[in-house]
């Protein structure tokens, strides 16, 4: 019964796996098609990414409960999250705005990494400090022509569900240089396999996330903040998003 369920999952992932891959060259197709007939690109981009995202989501089983202050969210912002998924992006995206910061692997992905740069994305090879500098570079630029960024301040997957890595504190530098407000954002999978565990592979992960019929998360968004201190930064950011998470496990 058991082996006979584990193949009804493995289906039922395999099948959103082709969903969602026709969804994308669906948006992609009328997103060219239409692209040279609007001024604003970047921002004809974004709403096509959030759409993708949204649509996504739906085909993917996923109810996402987004928390949020009474503050408005400003124009623009640093974001910075924990990292549980691959798929911590395209839940992100689809509720707020942002550049995100991910390795530079994911431009050699075919369609995806195609879509992601016409979307808008910031490459770092993170064991290439050159390349973490000119990676801070484009987000304090980003920041400073009044665009949202998201990162990932740990550098790599969480090490559990409720715990965190040491943040990184020079992206942080980048919201100060450009006197952008920071944003925290808790993510938390309510379902188990939400979690991608360092011993799975990613399409291992994606059979095992989104083979079960449907999963909730919840998306807890922090008030802005300005900062002067990027050490500052750091420490606040880190203890508000994990004080969130130990919240919402135990509220799950």
Partial sequence: MLEKLKVLNHILAGIRAILIV????????????S?????????YARKWRRLYCKLSLKILGCRVYYKSSSTPLPTHYLLVSNHHS???????????????????????????GYAALKTGIIYVKR???NSRKNARESITEALEKGRSVLVYPEGTISPSRQSLHSF???????????????????????????????????????????????????????DSQHYNKR????IEAQSWIQKELIKLEDDS
Avoid at 22 to 33: A, K, Q, T
Avoid at 35 to 43: A, G, H
Avoid at 88 to 112: C, N, S
Avoid at 231 to 234: G, L, N, V
Wanted: charge should be positive; hydrophobic fraction near 45%.
């Fill in 22 to 33: 026709i969804l994308l060259l669906i948006c992609l197709f009328f997103f060219l098609l």
């Fill in 35 to 43: 692209e040279p007939l609007v001024k604003n690109k970047f921002n």
């Fill in 86 to 112: 691959f798929s911590d992006p395209l839940v992100t995206l689809a509720f707020l705005d942002g550049m995100p910061v991910a390795k530079a692997e994911i431009r050699k992905y075919p369609i995806i």
């Fill in 127 to 129: 064991e290439e400090k």
């Fill in 168 to 222: 990184r504190n020079g992206v942080f530098q980048s919201a100060i240089q450009s006197n952008s407000p920071v944003i925290c954002l808790a993510i938390h999978y309510h379902h188990k396999n939400g979690y991608w565990e360092s011993k799975r592979s990613i399409l291992k992960q994606f059979f095992c996330q989104f083979g079960v019929w449907s999963q909730n998360i919840t998306l807890k968004v922090s």
């Fill in 231 to 234: 050490q500052k930064a750091s």
